[in-house]
C-alpha cells in the first residue's frame, strides 16, 4: 500500500481516537463531577446522587479502556512516550477510579458507609486531577519549567471544574426538589470557573506556546477556530439560559455541547503533531497493515459499544427520585 493509503489511515485513526476520548470525557466526565460534588452535599443525599451514575458509571469507564488500546496499537512510539513521561498522573487516576469502583461497592455497611462515600468522592477528584495534569503535560509538549508548571496547575483547576459542570448539570437532569435546586445554582459557578480557565489557558497558549501558536498562524486554521470559538460562546450563553428558564434537559446538552467543541478546538490546534514539537501523527502511526487491521476491528466493536451506551441511558431515563423522602 502507498503513503496515501498509510496516511489516510492514520489520520482516521487520530480522528477515531479523538472521538473515543470525547465519548470518555463527556460520559465519565459527568460521573466524576457527581462524586466530586458527593464531597459538597450531606451524606443524606450521597445515595441519590450515586444512583444517578449507578448504571452507567463502569460502562462509560470502558471507553478509556478502548482508548488505551487504540493509541498502543495505532500509534506506539506515541503511547511508548506518554507513558513513559505520564507515568505518575495516569497511575494517580487508575488509584483514583479503583477508589471509586471499591467505594461503590462498599458504601452500603452499616459501621463504614460515611468512610466509603469520602473514599467515593476523593477517589473521583484525584481521578479529575490526574487527567488535567496528562491534558497539561501533553499540551505543553512536557517542557519543563515554572511557566509549564502553572499551565498544568490552571489545566487541571479546568478539568475539575469541567467535571463538576457536567456533574451539576447531570442531576439537574435527573433529580427534584432541593437537589436539583441546589445543583441548577452550582452549575452557574462551574460554568463561569470553566470558562474563566479555558481563557486563560488560550491567553497562556498565546503567549507562550511556541507551536501551538505557530498552528494557529497557519492558513485556514484561524477561520475555523473562530467558528468554534463562537460557538462555544453560544453554548455558554444556551447554557446559562436554560439554567435560568429552570429547563432539565437542557442544560446538560449545553455543558456537553462546550466540551465537544473546546475539544474540537484542541484538537485542530494539535495537529499534525500528536506531541506538540516532537512526534507528529505520521511519525507515530504504525505500519498500514497494522492499521488497516485494527480498523476492521473497531469498525465492529465501535457500534456495539455506542448502542449498548445508549440502550442504557434510555432504559434508565427519567428522574431518580428519593423514596425515603416522598
Known amino acids: 500500500?502507498?503513503?496515501?493509503?498509510?496516511?489516510?489511515?492514520?489520520?482516521?485513526?487520530?480522528?477515531?481516537?479523538?472521538?473515543?476520548?470525547?465519548?470518555?470525557?463527556?460520559?465519565?466526565?459527568?460521573?466524576?463531577?457527581?462524586?466530586?460534588?458527593?464531597?459538597?452535599?450531606?451524606?443524606?443525599?450521597?445515595?441519590?446522587?450515586?444512583?444517578?451514575?449507578?448504571?452507567?458509571w463502569d460502562a462509560?469507564?470502558?471507553?478509556?479502556?478502548?482508548?488505551?488500546?487504540?493509541?498502543?496499537?495505532?500509534?506506539?512510539?506515541?503511547?511508548?512516550?506518554?507513558?513513559?513521561?505520564?507515568?505518575?498522573?495516569?497511575?494517580?487516576?487508575?488509584?483514583?477510579?479503583?477508589?471509586?469502583?471499591?467505594?461503590?461497592?462498599?458504601?452500603?455497611?452499616?459501621?463504614?458507609?460515611?468512610?466509603?462515600?469520602?473514599?467515593?468522592?476523593?477517589?473521583?477528584?484525584?481521578?479529575?486531577?490526574?487527567?488535567?495534569?496528562?491534558?497539561?503535560?501533553?499540551?505543553?509538549?512536557?517542557?519543563p519549567g515554572g511557566s509549564s508548571t502553572a499551565f498544568i496547575t490552571v489545566t487541571a483547576v479546568g478539568v475539575v471544574t469541567g467535571y463538576t459542570l457536567l456533574g451539576t448539570t447531570w442531576l439537574v437532569r435527573k433529580t427534584v426538589g432541593a437537589l436539583e435546586h441546589w445543583a441548577r445554582q452550582f452549575a452557574l459557578l462551574s460554568a463561569n470557573l470553566s470558562v474563566a480557565a479555558a481563557v486563560v489557558l488560550t491567553a497562556a497558549t498565546w503567549m507562550d506556546g511556541v507551536v501551538v501558536r505557530a498552528r494557529w498562524s497557519q492558513p485556514g486554521v484561524l477561520a475555523p477556530l473562530a467558528i468554534l470559538g463562537l460557538l462555544a460562546v453560544l453554548s455558554y450563553v444556551w447554557l446559562v439560559t436554560s439554567l435560568y428558564r429552570r429547563s432539565d434537559r437542557a442544560p446538560f446538552g449545553a455543558a456537553?455541547?462546550?466540551?465537544?467543541?473546546?475539544?474540537?478546538?484542541?484538537?485542530?490546534?494539535?495537529?499534525?503533531?500528536?506531541?506538540?514539537?516532537?512526534?507528529?501523527?505520521?511519525?507515530?502511526?504504525?505500519?498500514?497493515?497494522?492499521?488497516?487491521?485494527?480498523?476492521?476491528?473497531?469498525?465492529?466493536?465501535?457500534?456495539?459499544m455506542i448502542g449498548y451506551n445508549l440502550y442504557q441511558y434510555s432504559i434508565f431515563r427519567g428522574k431518580v427520585i428519593d423514596k425515603t423522602r416522598a
Open 1 to 56: 500500500m502507498d503513503s496515501t493509503t498509510h496516511s489516510l489511515l492514520a489520520v482516521t485513526w487520530f480522528g477515531l481516537i479523538g472521538l473515543m476520548l470525547v465519548f470518555y470525557v463527556v460520559t465519565d466526565g459527568f460521573d466524576l463531577g457527581v462524586g466530586i460534588l458527593t464531597l459538597l452535599r450531606k451524606r443524606e443525599d450521597h445515595d441519590v446522587m450515586i444512583e444517578t451514575i449507578g448504571h452507567v
Open 60 to 143: 462509560n469507564e470502558t471507553w478509556l479502556v478502548v482508548v488505551g488500546g487504540g493509541l498502543f496499537g495505532a500509534f506506539p512510539e506515541a503511547y511508548a512516550i506518554l507513558m513513559q513521561d505520564l507515568y505518575l498522573p495516569v497511575m494517580a487516576m487508575i488509584a483514583g477510579l479503583i477508589m471509586r469502583g471499591a467505594a461503590i461497592e462498599f458504601r452500603h455497611g452499616i459501621q463504614h458507609g460515611r468512610l466509603w462515600d469520602t473514599v467515593f468522592g476523593v477517589g473521583s477528584l484525584i481521578a479529575a486531577l490526574a487527567q488535567g495534569v496528562v491534558l497539561g503535560k501533553v499540551i505543553t509538549g512536557f517542557v
Open 256 to 304: 456537553v455541547t462546550l466540551f465537544i467543541v473546546s475539544f474540537a478546538g484542541l484538537v485542530i490546534s494539535l495537529y499534525p503533531d500528536f506531541i506538540p514539537g516532537r512526534l507528529t501523527v505520521l511519525q507515530a502511526a504504525s505500519d498500514t497493515l497494522t492499521l488497516a487491521f485494527m480498523l476492521i476491528g473497531i469498525g465492529l466493536v465501535f457500534p456495539v
